[in-house]
């Protein structure tokens, strides 16, 4: 297969056509006429699919840095470069993207009855957004792609969402723009330290990293853009965004949102925050503070998530929970936290994009997601139910799915340092029992009491098409990570040891500042 | 001499900022504004003692302007008075918040 | 996998040069083959009878030989993968037998999780302890699966529940076999997903599926504390591998904190997977399971993983005394607690339920002191006889739901209340269950008596000990010990009686339908109830054997001896720390002594029982009394529930009511709205200063100009 | 071709790009009011298909082409002796294309609006130029005479364009507000130009630069002098709080005038304002710095609220007008190279969508002043979804969205900011942005996410021929600069050199 992809010059360009397929398909969408929309989408997306998955071999695994990088000047006096690459860290976000998109897309088809072609004219350039974010090695690029990912969501919800779908729109997009702003001031400053240090300015992520910062600077920096992250993942208590975008989006809004959106956030705490500012990262004010609201989130969304009615809602809360867990496990800031939360990213990614999904496919089927309108589903759809039940324990990280690879690894992680809050972290563990089963029990088992409900079709094959993947990856993922680890280990190695790296002395200059009062950590609000 | 003129030119100057803060007489308050202007070739005279000729000419230009704004201004309240048959500005108030 | 496994299997066969595996992997494969079978076939019948059900009505399964084939299939994939996979443990078993096997032998499949700091590796662990395991599993195992294919013959969802019981065979084989704790708590909660499945496996019923739900949120509570011993061992040692990290704990301090926080959190784990005090709960309701069920995984197998768990990690317990102390005492008191539970049920179901939470109580008892083996003996008798107890009751509650079923009468065919001299319909279930009941009430020479009196003796031998830690607690464990077990022989013969003798209370029309299970479902008591006679006797100690109640030659303290290298580390640690243990009880007397007290007391007690209850005129359930008094509270279970919803449920839903209302909606979205609000507020405001007056407008750029004015003059 | 400002006639060559636009206007003024155009334009009556006063803007588009073809050429000049009330350097050239670009998008978007209000084509076309000329003066202009001048000329023209729809109560309302606030102002600027002539004893720039920096200037004249020129200009670039006009005249005047005076008579005030900031009082930045640094802030927070809770449109868009106003401010408190260069960058691409938005509403309201309150835009993005999809990135671009110029316009004011270590004046930068997404989105989610109560009222909309052409010119433009912005801002960046050395721009600290 490597070479294979070698006589192709694979590596040489796939990063490019990942991000410009998908704007090509931007195109062919809006001259497709209304009907065939949809199949032009699902094919191309599912080109860009087959596409990416040659990076599962040609990525060097053994490399630790950012490879198949590529660098074209764009804006040269301001030092901004078309600059790609990927790396352990993005590699599995890179490929989450594509198979979420193309997942979505397919399982839009009934959902999007009216106004087909701009839906999915807008499902792609969000791909192609995302993607971006990912493989960015420009800062200045990077937030073009961040932003960009802003709109054609924002439209998704506001276009082709419920009741509410406005309110939840502008609220997903003001609370992200916010943080995204201040961290846009933050990126100018590190390029307005870079051009006093070099002489012209620089947006290369690989030459910002060179910058000396000092602690009070890094911990502004580090406040700027951990608000953007921290709104994105979301970090409690900037979540309430989350719920209303998910209920309000159609399917595949959410299925994009909680796949892939979300990890922009915890990918840039990755690839920026510490690697950027690795004495602000691991100040005890902030890991705490970063540490508490992951534990709190974990804990404090599980509860809200379990006394939800609308499944879509619970469904969301529990993605700030599991998003919880990724930040624990990042600022354990230890390998197995690292790898713990990258791999909560992925899992989460497959078994609540799942999730979302099946609620969608069920809100066709009864036009509504009142938990309390459904009971005994399982035994009219029992497909449809033994596919849900498998998601729900991936998603409540049941040993032998996915979920719980990666949540193992975080609290093993976080327990290395920080034993409470790592033990109250695991609470979590039963309180995702608490509000997962109640809602399979009511939506699936239970008396068959109503007619509607005994109407309800079991999945098509379109559908199962959709599932069974999904389905496979978790338990695969559950029971043979190694692949996944030994792909993202040299990369989260490097993030770990740069952190490691900041010298002692910078962090005993900070503490003195602290200690001086001179500093307020602003780094979440 | 200097600072006496310019003592008068300032408060020729608010007289007639203050004259267009009370007054609701379009005309009226242009004519303040009028005033302004004159307040401020006064001082240009003044100064133009000590520091040559420029200032003189500047008068010419802003008396040239003033003339010119007369002009435009009083034909636009003019168009005013035939909409609303007033030239009192509390009147005005089609525009606002 | 298939070949990666055989591969697997002899590539590292020199770990232990002299014990030769035959293929283990194919033990833990075969019934996840036989689950993905019968789960094949158990989706492709549930969309035909989804359809009927879309119709209106229900599939009609007709009779016998007219079946679908989704049915017949799963009669022969469902035990046959069970017999193989017993037949191979067997193979394993007899080798390992011949040789002598110190070391525990890993077999290493596949790197499941690597990280570059923290490894486990999909391996099995193959010694004296997992290889006993396998071999109850897939033997008491295979015994249900034939039991069920005659008792679930009826039902709907037989592919479905052959599929989910393949399914809990696999992990419990993971949860034995595995050689690490994560892949033991993988099987860990595997087997609880399947309690789950199979606790609501008619999952139509609401109480039932809520019955479920309950077992596997109260498990979690206990996986919590597993997980944060597995947390706190990996910080001790860098490893959870069993045999590097059990080789490296010689190393610590006896008593130390961090030791003593890791057994006390596996045990939370143990506890609530065995269910005993506080997580005891889920149990009873968890009977709402078909029969079969509450036989393999709530009384043979997964509810004594937590005994297991304890024997495990022997080397951790024996150097926490606290923790043991711990054990014991919970064990103990869950004995009693339940034993008293037990006494007014009347649900033949729900009597059993307690009476393996009070058995449990009791290995968790052994084990508590450091009786290790006799822990995992008792194990394993109880396995046979609550096994048998519970395949009995499924036989009596098989005939009792036709027959009601058949009359269309609603009573509830598992109240013994409704049933009365079933011995003249059922006679091989009437005698099998005696078996079991004087197995379980400690009668010599059945097998209870011998697990049960080892472990009573056990506990006053462990508080007499030299250096014992608390040796007045261990006195008083051994006097409720004693005790329990008169209970326990007094609510066994209650069952018996209400069930088996007296007259019959089913009605007359309903009595016609009562008949003897068929074979498929009379056989496997059969063996059960051989196993149950004669399975005390591989474990009899040397003082008992000199006398006649050692039986001789039949038997052996064969156990101990073959567990030795599972627990000897556990036992030097003991011994070097609390010296040698007592040879006299508390109140005098040595262990021979003790055990014919305790057999006389438990048949006096069985005789007595039998009199007082059959005397007494037990009326159907639809015409009992209210009860009152005590044994209203026992009969409502000391409302142990009730009190748990007050103060735990209800408040969690009330807090996570608040959560969401008070500061989700109002606090941060109140916030976050507000700051909307709030700028159009201000921006309204604001233009209220553009008045249309040019007045105004000249006004607010005249003091505009005042203060820059100002500003840059001053 | 050199320029020797001692010889008097060089002028001529200098000025060109006016004396073109001048000429060509009163050509205009003497074709319009020849008997046929007048006469044809009475008999149409003013309907649709009457295309009377187009060969006027024709006409006039002309003579913008003559303007821009000179100012191309002036490109080729230099400038030899004695600095002069001239300037020709590529600062005033680059902000003459922008004025040009405003004048040619302003009228090409009149058209339909000057038959279907019946206004008179010859004057109107020629007052846009007129006032153009005045703006390039303005920019031009080194001498603070010559900038009055400018200014007067500008303004007098934008007076009488914003009453010009006699018919229209508003118009004249508005027209009037303008004019009496203006000549108020102007009385501030004069007073202040004759302070700094007293102080330095002259109205040159270059030599009040040199004469304040040398100390020969007194200082207890200079400080009123320079509040009051800012002023003078802040009242023209309608910074808070002299800003009162900006909504109302927004709101009164014919809606392409509002276009078009929106984008260029900020620009030239703007332009004109830096250039006697950074050149004549660069030495005392530390006396003018805090004013203007309260100014942009107060203007950026203030406008961007107020914005919040408009329901016109016309009246959005000039509240949203002046926020921008706030933004640019803050290139001029940090003053320094990057931050002037950002500054003509954003003029330039601010020209672009404010009236490409402008000239959406325009049609959005039938070339009338009708339908001009946000809730009229419902669905209008599906029933004219080009339309739509161009006004969305007119709106993205105002709020300063990836992927368009406005974008990279921020951007660079923000790194401009930077250089002078303006933080916090950034932070409440990107924080009025986040406030103005809230009405700019607004405006996307009424046409595109509402369901329309009544069906088929956007059907009628027409776009003529000439606004087709501006609305693809600017959407093309906005996108290509959005996405490919070297080129411009190369040219933007080179436009300041030779502008002088600022050094005030270093000592900038927080207020």
């Known amino acids: 297969m490597t070479a294979l992809l070698d006589s192709i010059g694979y590596s040489g360009w796939v990063l490019h056509t990942l991000i410009w397929m998908p704007i090509l398909g931007i195109g062919l969408v809006l001259w497709a006429d209304e009907q065939r929309a949809k199949y032009v989408a699902f094919w191309w997306s599912a080109v860009v699919l087959i596409l990416s998955l040659g990076l599962w071999w040609a990525f060097d695994p053994t490399v630790g840095g950012i490879q198949m990088e590529s660098a074209t000047p764009w804006i040269k006096s301001w030092g901004v470069s078309y600059a790609l690459g990927i790396d352990g860290i993005s590699l599995f976000m890179v490929m989450l993207t594509t198979f979420s998109a193309s997942i979505s897309i397919l399982a839009s088809f009934n959902y999007i009855q009216n106004r087909q072609r701009p839906f999915y004219a807008l499902m792609l350039m969000l791909e192609a957004g995302v993607v971006g974010v990912f493989l960015a090695t420009d800062l200045f690029l990077f937030y073009v792609f961040f932003e960009l990912t802003l709109v054609p969501m924002y439209f998704i919800v506001g276009i082709w969402g419920g009741a509410r779908r406005i309110y939840a729109a502008i609220k997903f997009f003001l609370y992200t723009a916010l943080g995204s702003l201040l961290m846009l001031v933050g990126i100018l400053y590190l390029v307005y330290r870079a051009k006093t240090l070099l002489g012209a300015p620089t947006f290369a992520y690989a030459e910002l990293l060179q910058v000396p910062l000092s602690g009070t600077e890094q911990l502004w920096l580090f406040g700027a853009f951990a608000l953007a992250f921290s709104v994105k993942i979301p970090v409690f208590p900037l979540h309430t965004w989350l719920p209303d975008a998910h209920v309000e989006a159609p399917t595949s809004g959410s299925v994009i949102l909680a796949a892939v959106l979300l990890k922009i956030g915890t990918y840039g705490f990755l690839r920026f925050l510490l690697p950027l500012f690795p004495v602000a990262a691991q100040h005890p004010v902030v890991v705490n503070t970063m540490l508490v609201l992951a534990v709190i989130g974990i804990i404090y969304t599980a509860c809200v998530a379990a006394v939800q009615s609308d499944a879509k809602k619970l469904v969301a809360y529990t993605s700030v929970a599991h998003m919880g867990f990724v930040v624990l496990g990042i600022f354990a800031l230890n390998v197995n936290g690292l790898q713990g939360g990258l791999v909560v990213m992925i899992s989460h990614g497959i078994s609540t994009g799942a999730l979302f999904l099946l609620l969608g496919m069920l809100s066709e089927r009864r036009h509504t997601r009142e938990i309390e309108e459904f009971g005994g589903i399982a035994r009219v759809a029992p497909w449809f139910a033994t596919a849900f039940v498998v998601t729900a324990l991936a998603s409540i990280g049941l040993p032998g799915t996915s979920g719980f690879v990666g949540e193992f690894l975080v609290l093993l992680g976080a327990f290395e340092d920080h034993k409470g809050l790592a033990l109250t972290a695991t609470l979590g563990v039963i309180l995702s029992a608490y509000y997962m089963l109640p809602m399979v029990q009511r939506i699936f088992f239970n008396p068959l009491e109503k007619q509607e409900n005994r109407e309800i079709r079991d999945l098509s094959k379109r559908e199962i098409v959709i599932l069974a993947p999904l389905c496979a990856l978790m338990i695969w993922i559950g029971w043979n990570p190694t692949p996944l680890l030994e792909r993202m280990e040299p990369s989260v190695r490097a993030v770990i040891e740069r952190v490691e790296g900041a010298t002692i002395e910078a962090r005993a200059r900070v503490e003195d500042e602290v200690n001086e009062g001179q500093i307020v950590d602003d780094g979440q609000e | ?97 | 996998m298939h070949t990666a496994l055989v591969e697997g299997g002899q590539a590292t066969v020199d770990t232990a040069a002299q014990f030769e595996p035959f293929f283990p992997g194919l033990i833990i494969l075969l019934p996840l083959i036989g689950f993905l079978i019968n789960g094949a076939l158990a989706l492709k019948h549930a969309r035909v009878s989804a359809a009927a059900v879309r119709l209106g009505g229900e599939l009609d399964l007709g009779e016998g030989d007219h079946r679908p084939e989704t049915h017949t299939l799963p009669s022969y994939v469902g035990p046959g993968v069970m017999l193989a996979a017993f037949l191979i443990a067997s193979v394993n078993f007899i080798r390992m037998l011949s040789v002598e096997l110190h070391e525990p032998h890993v077999i290493e499949y596949w790197t499941w999780i690597a990280t570059g700091t923290f490894t486990v590796d999909a391996a099995i662990q193959l010694d004296q302890l997992s290889i006993l395991m396998t071999m109850i599993v897939t033997g008491v195992g295979f015994l249900i699966h034939v039991f069920s294919v005659g008792y679930m013959s009826d039902d709907g969802g037989y592919p479905r529940y052959f599929s989910y019981l393949n399914l809990f065979i696999f992990f419990m084989l993971v949860l034995v076999m595995g050689a690490s704790y994560p892949l033991m708590f993988v099987g860990w909660e595997g087997v609880g997903l399947c309690s789950y499945l199979l606790i609501g496996f008619w999952f139509s019923d609401r109480e039932k599926s809520d019955a479920g739900k309950k077992a596997f949120i109260v498990n979690r509570i206990g996986d919590f504390g597993f997980l944060i011993a597995m947390f706190l061992l990996f910080g001790m040692f860098g490893t959870l591998d069993f045999v590097p990290l059990f080789s490296e704990a010689d190393n610590l301090e006896y008593g130390g904190s961090l030791v003593t926080a890791v057994t006390l959190f596996l045990f939370l784990g143990a506890a609530g997977k065995s269910a005993q005090i506080p997580l005891y709960v889920w149990l009873p309701d968890a009977m709402a399971g078909p029969t079969p069920v509450s036989a393999l995984i709530h009384a043979a197998t997964m509810v004594t993983a937590g005994v297991y768990l304890v024997v495990r990690s022997s080397v951790l317990y024996a150097l926490s005394p606290i923790a043991s102390a711990t054990v014991a005492g919970v064990g103990v008191f869950t004995a009693l607690f339940a034993a008293t539970i037990a006494l007014k049920q009347n649900d033949i179901k729900k009597v059993l339920a307690y009476s393996t939470v009070s058995q449990l109580g009791y290995m968790f008892l052994g084990v508590g002191v450091g009786a290790y083996a006799t822990g995992i003996f008792h194990l394993i008798t109880h396995a046979f006889f609550k096994a048998l107890l519970f395949l009995g009751a499924g036989a009596v509650i098989h005939s009792m739901h036709r027959s009601l079923h058949r009359t269309n009468d609603h009573q509830d065919p598992q109240d013994m209340r409704n049933m009365g001299g079933l011995k003249a319909f059922m006679p091989i279930t009437w005698g099998t269950m005696w078996v079991a009941t004087f197995a379980i009430a400690g009668i010599w020479p059945f097998a209870g008596f011998f697990s049960k009196d080892e472990i009573i003796w056990q506990t006053a031998a462990f508080g007499g000990a030299a250096r014992a830690p608390y040796p007045a607690l261990y006195q008083v464990y051994w006097v409720i010990a004693l005790g329990t077990a008169i209970l326990t022989a007094f609510y066994m013969t209650r069952m018996m009686v209400m069930t088996f003798h007296g007259s019959n209370r089913t009605g007359v029309e309903e009595a016609k339908h009562l008949y003897e299970a068929p074979p498929v479902m009379w056989l496997p008591l059969m063996a059960l109830a051989v196993l149950s006679v004669v399975g005390g006797w591989i474990n009899v100690p040397e003082a008992l054997r000199e006398t006649f109640i050692g039986l001789g030659p039949l038997t052996s303290e064969w156990l101990h001896r073959w567990l030795e290298p599972v627990t000897e580390q556990a036992h030097h640690i003991q011994e070097f720390n609390l010296g040698e243990v007592a040879e006299q009880a508390p109140f005098g007397g040595g262990e021979v002594t003790w055990a014919v007290i305790s057999t006389v007391l438990a048949l006096a007690t069985v005789l007595t029982s039998f009199h007082l209850v059959i005397r007494k005129n037990v009326r159907a359930a639809a015409e009992d009394p209210e009860l009152s008094g005590f044994s209203k509270v026992l009969y409502h279970k000391w409302y142990v529930d009730e009190v748990y919803d007050r103060l735990i449920v209800q408040p969690l839903i009330r807090t996570s009511r608040f959560c969401w209302r008070v500061i989700d909606a109002r606090v941060i979205d109140g916030i976050v709205n507000g700051v909307g609000w709030a700028a159009r507020g201000v921006g309204f405001i604001v233009s209220m200063f553009q008045t249309g007056t040019v007045n105004t407008y000249a006004l607010v750029l005249t003091i505009g100009a005042l203060i820059i004015l100002g500003v840059s003059v001053f | 071709m050199t320029i020797d400002f001692s010889r008097q006639l060089h002028y001529v060559w200098a000025l060109l790009p006016e004396i073109i636009l001048c000429v060509s206007g009163m050509v205009i003024l003497v074709v319009g009011v020849s008997g046929r155009y007048r006469h044809a334009h009475m008999a149409a009556g003013g309907s649709i298909e009457s295309k009377s006063g187009d060969d006027l803007g024709w006409l006039a588009l002309l003579g913008l082409l003559g303007a821009a073809m000179a100012n191309a050429w002036l490109y080729s000049v230099t400038e030899v002796g004695e600095s002069s009330m001239i300037a020709v350097d590529r600062f005033r050239l680059f902000s003459n294309w922008i004025f040009l670009l405003a004048a040619v998008l302003g009228i090409l978007i009149s058209f339909a609006y000057v038959y279907r209000q019946r206004l008179q084509a010859g004057e109107f076309y020629a007052l846009i130029l007129f006032a153009t000329a005045g703006m390039m003066f303005m920019v031009g202009a080194r001498d603070l005479i010559v900038v009055f001048l400018g200014l007067e000329v500008m303004s007098i023209a934008v007076y009488t364009l914003t009453a010009f729809n006699r018919r229209d109560r508003k118009s004249a309302e508005g027209g009037l507000k303008y004019f009496l606030l203006g000549a108020f102002s102007t009385g501030f600027l004069l007073y202040g130009i004759a302070l700094v002539y007293g102080a330095t004893g002259s109205t040159n720039v270059a030599v009040i630069g040199e004469a304040i920096s040398n100390g020969e200037a007194s200082m207890g004249l200079l400080s009123p002098a320079v509040a009051l020129l800012t002023i003078g200009f802040a009242f023209k670039v309608s910074a808070i709080p002299f800003h009162m006009w900006t909504p109302d005249v927004y709101e009164g005047a014919p809606a392409p005038v509002t276009a078009w005076m929106s984008a260029a008579v900020k620009a030239a005030a703007f332009v004109a304002f830096l250039r006697v900031f950074m050149v004549g009082f660069d030495a005392i930045y530390a006396l003018w710095y805090p004013i203007l640094w309260w100014l942009a802030a107060i203007t950026m927070v203030g406008a961007n609220l107020i914005a919040l809770v408009q329901t016109n449109i016309k009246r959005m868009l000039a509240y949203s007008s002046i926020a921008h106003t706030g933004y640019l401010l803050v290139a001029i408190a940090a003053a320094n190279e990057t931050a002037a260069a950002g500054m003509l960058f954003y003029l330039l691409v601010y020209t672009l969508m404010n009236m490409g938005a402008f000239a959406i509403v325009m049609s959005v309201s039938h070339h009338s002043e009708e339908r001009l309150y946000i809730d009229d835009y419902v669905g209008f993005g599906w029933s004219q979804p080009l339309l739509g999809v161009f006004l969305t990135v007119f709106l993205l671009s105002l709020a300063g969205f990836p992927g368009t110029g406005g974008f990279m316009g921020k951007i660079y004011l923000l790194l401009g900011a930077a250089e002078s270590d303006l933080w916090i004046l950034s932070v409440i930068l990107v924080l009025t942005t986040v406030v103005s997404y809230w009405y700019y989105l607004r405006v996307a989610w009424v046409m595109w996410m509402k369901d329309p109560e009544t069906e088929g009222q956007h059907n009628r909309i027409i776009v003529p021929f000439p606004m087709r052409f501006a609305l693809l010119a600017s959407v093309g433009l906005i996108l290509y600069v959005g996405i490919f912005p070297s080129a411009a801002l190369e040219f933007a960046r080179t436009s300041i050199e030779g502008l002088g050395t600022f050094g005030g721009g270093l000592i900038g600290q927080g207020p």
Do not use: P
Not at chain 2, 16 to 29: D, E, H, K, S
Not at chain 2, 31 to 54: K, P, T
């Open chain 2, 1 to 97: 001499m200097i600072n006496e003129a310019l003592v008068l030119s300032s408060l020729l100057f608010v007289l007639g900022t203050f004259g267009v803060l009370v007054r609701r007489n379009a005309i009226i308050m242009f004519l303040c504004i009028e005033l302004q202007l004159n307040a401020v070739n006064l001082a240009f005279i003044a100064f133009s003692r000590l520091m040559g000729i420029d200032g003189q000419v500047f008068v010419f230009f802003v008396m040239t302007v003033a003339a010119a704004e007369a002009a435009v201004g009083l034909a636009i309240i003019i168009s005013v008075f035939r909409h609303y048959e007033t030239v009192n500005v509390d009147n005005f108030k089609l525009l606002r918040w």
